[in-house]
């Protein structure tokens, strides 16, 4: 019996913070592939509450469980990483129209540039469909509680984000 070829995706995003939406879309992910690199995109020009390290660190820890997922950050053009990883699919998430409308998009001039390189689309479980980093982050900063939000131990470290932040100003 030949060998199955091994499959891997890259899903790549800001995740900051790390969502129960996301962490859905990687738990099925890995059901589906035999490898999933969720990669931390390092970009110099969007603020970010947490550090990509940071990032990196709280993935690797809600996931720890799931042992096709390997949590690395990465700059520069996604096709580039994807060719040095040997990657030809990447993960990306459907909320809803509006999710659609922009990634499709991106993943047409993904074809351009590579036509080897597949976008796979996973809808939202119908939990998740409303949630958001940027939701998180809106209600983390006004001291709301975002425990049904997102993983598990991870609410304590959004709060503790504001707090510094609120010291800082202080
Ligand atoms: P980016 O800045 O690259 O959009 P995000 O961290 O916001 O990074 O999202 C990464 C990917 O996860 C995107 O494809 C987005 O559509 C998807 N996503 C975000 N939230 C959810 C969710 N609640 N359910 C399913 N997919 C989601």
Known sequence: MSERKKKA???????DPLTLGHL?????AAAVFD???VG????PYKKSLFSVDER??????????IPQVEVVSFGGLLIDFCHKLGIRSILRGLRDASD???????AQGLRV???GLETVFLGSDPRYCF????????????????TDFVPEGLAPLVAAKYEEKKQDKA
């Open 131 to 146: 949630l958001s980093s940027s939701m998180v982050r809106e209600v983390a900063s006004g001291g709301g509680d975002v």
């Open 40 to 43: 931390v995109l390092v970009n």
């Open 9 to 15: 995706v890259l899903y790549p995003g800001s995740f």
């Open 100 to 106: 659609f409308e922009a990634e499709i998009k991106v």
């Open 24 to 28: 859905d879309l990687i738990r099925r």
């Open 35 to 37: 490898k999933v690199y």
């Open 56 to 65: 990196v660190i709280m993935i690797r820890r809600v996931t720890a469980d």
């Open 113 to 115: 540039l590579d036509p």
